[in-house]
């Protein structure tokens, strides 16, 4: 599937189809950036061209170490839901995983965001915060996968919509929850490590969960 809007192909990275091993055939490049540190690195699942930098997403290198993401985009007018998916690494070449300080998702759209890389391997090392709220209480989000290696340091929001819809999360943090986590709805919940946070599952699980 290609997208309707002209795409500028932008920050377009080569080398990391050597990281992420084939890809399905509608998804797209990656783009790929860094502020002097960590290279963190966006895509649609479902579109050709790479999404669009200070149209579709935001990104932020104040904290270099640290990088953070606001998407911009979700399901248009036309209702075609945009999957992201984000993952960050320590350079491209070397696919270690490598923090984010923050993904978040406040625009009008609903919105479908994994954070894991395209093999399936973990989307990051510590992440920081991940508030995929929209501010029109009728949007929703799901975090249809997620898997870090290390520590889930704050706050893991989701949001379900005042139609019922969203909500859902599948998440693996393999270090510890120190913030707290509200869902709506779990297909799985692993946290390796303790939990210093609340977790909170507003409506009963439909899934597996293992905590500690």
Known sequence: MRRKEPSIVIGICAAICALTGPRTAQACTPFCADGGGPTICVWFDNFEDPPQENFDFVLDFSDPDNPSVDLRRGKDLQGTLYEWRVWSIVALGNPTPANIGSVTAYADFDYDVKIRRPDGYCGANH???????????????????????????????????????????????????????????????????????????????VGESNVG
Request: glycine letters at 16%.
């Open 127 to 205: 992440v920081a915060l991940i508030d995929l709220r929209p501010s029109d209480p009728s949007k929703y989000s799901d975090l249809t996968t997620g898997w870090i290696a290390g520590d889930m340091t704050g706050d893991l929001l989701v949001q379900k919509s005042s139609g019922g819809q969203g909500g859902a999360a599948s998440f693996t943090i393999e270090g510890d929850a120190e913030g707290d986590i509200t869902v709506h709805e779990v297909s799985s919940l692993t946290i390796g490590g303790n939990v210093s946070g609340y977790v909170q599952v507003i409506e009963d699980a």
